[in-house]
């Protein structure tokens, strides 16, 4: 099938961007990679939407060090991600998640941002800035805001950003010394997504704990957290599976995603006590 | 207000080093762009949405989804595609391995998996048959000849680190 778009304009800078989508009066649509959008307008999941091409704002592409937080812009590609020297010493966790995030000829154009915005429930990004307790941060036509991301992901798909806003950068926390950050996750296939996933942070204020594909948005999992917190693992990995309500599906039953849980999360904790998976 | 979306978009980019100026339709993908417009049909347009790599091009260096990226936003890129890789003879051992090989059944997935493929060969260093599988793993061969296309990548990044190596040696006993 082929697309069908209502119109397509290229923003030479963020002000433009959200002049497009201003006056695209409900139409407008930003595309970033397109990784997501234009395989849906592809198969006409989407149709007739005002494009707002981003994907040349430079201003949204970079890393900065900001003292505490790092800050990513919305549109720094998976494949920089995990190549980022930033990244890679200060959010280890955003780094090895770009390994299982889609295929490398993907992970060329897909952004963090875009990545974050599309909110697939199991896309590994929103369950590594939860985990991480990042900020969003959010441009429109009467500002910025910063949302925490507990507060950003709503439901399949569904995030706090509004009509005519962008997601301009994400800052999170830099790792402390010694904190620990791993990722891990169950597919069929390499670059498939995932049956299950599970994001681990070990701090000195306590662990945190974030899972994706088991709910219909990354799921921060504060009950196996305190028990962590408290030294027991399998009254952790018991809190897991009351505090997740999987779906099945043609994938997995919930049963098999609920019982992933808990394996994911012991082979994360045998990772930050430096035991082997 | 909706004048400054446009329906067509006016594009120059260079495919296969030349250049090429087009106008072209708002929601065209690159690949029917080259394939139907510039009338170069190695690149495939097949699943168009992202699973199956058989659309794989190089744009501005990279291997990119060809059916995941619009025309219009390939305006000032440098695309190159299996016909312009194969006539600058870019790629011609790793042909010659798909050959000896036996890695090219049908074919439909080759200039996809030629593409991926140089893309980690020109990372350099000799990477193990897991990374091949790895870095392959969104082409799919719809003749399952995975065995025989890795055998060909593999030989191929033996080759070439061997010339680097001899290079090297060569390099030393000249200083
Ligand atoms: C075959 C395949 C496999 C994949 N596997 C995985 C996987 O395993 N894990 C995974 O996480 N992802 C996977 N992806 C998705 C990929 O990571 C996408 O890159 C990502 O979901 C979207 O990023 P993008 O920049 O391409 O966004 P786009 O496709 O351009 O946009 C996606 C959506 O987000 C909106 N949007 C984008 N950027 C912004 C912004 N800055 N502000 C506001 N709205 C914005 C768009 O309007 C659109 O609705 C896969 C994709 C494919 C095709
Ligand atoms: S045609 Fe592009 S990935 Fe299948
Ligand atoms: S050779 Fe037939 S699809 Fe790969």
């Given at each position: 099938m082929k697309a069908s778009v209502g119109g397509y304009a290229r923003a030479s800078s963020l002000d433009h961007a959200l002049q497009l989508l201003a006056s695209a009066e409900g139409a407008g649509r930003v595309l970033a990679g397109g990784q997501s959008l234009v395989a849906a307008m592809n198969m006409r999941l989407s149709t007739g939407d005002l494009l707002v091409d981003i994907s040349r704002l430079s201003e949204l592409s970079g890393v900065s060090d900001e003292g505490d937080t790092l800050r990513i812009g919305a549109l720094k590609r998976h494949a920089d991600v995990g190549r980022d020297a930033l990244v890679c010493a200060h959010a280890p966790l955003l780094a090895e998640a770009v390994h299982y995030i889609a295929h490398a000829a993907i992970r060329n154009r897909g952004t963090i941002g875009g990545a974050c915005a599309h909110a697939d429930p199991a896309a590994e990004f929103p369950a590594c800035v939860l985990a991480l307790g990042a900020t969003m941060h959010v441009a429109g036509p009467h500002g910025s805001r910063a949302i925490p991301a507990e507060d950003f992901f709503e439901d399949v798909f569904a995030t706090a950003i509004e009509e005519g806003e962008i997601l301009t950068a994400i800052t999170v926390p830099k790792a402390g010394s010694g904190e620990a950050q791993v990722i891990e996750e169950v597919a069929r296939r390499s670059g498939d997504y995932a049956l299950a996933g599970l994001c681990l942070v070990k701090r000195d204020a306590g662990h945190r704990v974030s899972l994706f594909s088991v709910g219909p948005k990354p799921i921060l999992a504060t009950g196996a957290m305190a028990a962590l917190d408290a030294g027991d693992l399998d009254g952790a990995v018991a809190a897991l599976a009351g505090e997740l309500d999987p779906p099945s599906d043609t994938q997995a039953s919930a049963a098999y995603r609920r019982h992933l849980a808990g394996v994911l999360l012991r082979r994360a904790v045998a990772r930050t006590e430096g035991g082997k998976a | 207000?909706?004048?400054?979306?446009?329906?067509?978009?006016?594009?120059?980019?260079?495919?296969?080093?030349?250049?090429?100026?087009?106008?072209?339709?708002?929601?065209?993908?690159?690949?029917?762009?080259?394939?139907?417009?510039?009338?170069?049909?190695?690149?495939?347009?097949?699943?168009?949405?992202?699973?199956?790599?058989?659309?794989?091009?190089?744009?501005?260096?990279?291997?990119?989804?060809?059916?995941?990226?619009?025309?219009?936003?390939?305006?000032?890129?440098?695309?190159?595609?299996?016909?312009?890789?194969?006539?600058?003879?870019?790629?011609?051992?790793?042909?010659?391995?798909?050959?000896?090989?036996?890695?090219?059944?049908?074919?439909?997935?080759?200039?996809?998996?030629?593409?991926?493929?140089?893309?980690?060969?020109?990372?350099?260093?000799?990477?193990?048959?897991?990374?091949?599988?790895?870095h392959l793993s969104g082409n799919y061969c719809r003749c399952t000849g995975y065995e025989a296309i890795v055998d060909a990548v593999e030989d191929v990044a033996r080759a070439r680190g061997g010339e680097d190596v001899a290079r090297a040696r060569g390099g030393k006993g000249a200083a």
């Open positions: - | 207000m909706t004048e400054m979306f446009r329906d067509k978009v006016d594009v120059a980019l260079t495919v296969n080093g030349e250049p090429v100026e087009a106008r072209v339709p708002a929601g065209q993908h690159l690949i029917d762009f080259l394939r139907q417009t510039v009338g170069l049909t190695g690149a495939h347009a097949s699943c168009e949405h992202g699973v199956c790599g058989a659309c794989t091009v190089r744009v501005n260096g990279e291997a990119v989804r060809g059916c995941l990226m619009l025309a219009a936003q390939a305006d000032g890129a440098e695309v190159w595609t299996v016909e312009g890789l194969s006539d600058s003879a870019a790629i011609a051992d790793l042909q010659e391995a798909f050959v000896a090989r036996n890695a090219a059944q049908c074919g439909f997935c080759t200039p996809g998996m030629l593409v991926a493929a140089e893309e980690l060969l020109s990372q350099g260093g000799l990477p193990s048959r897991a990374e091949i599988r790895e």
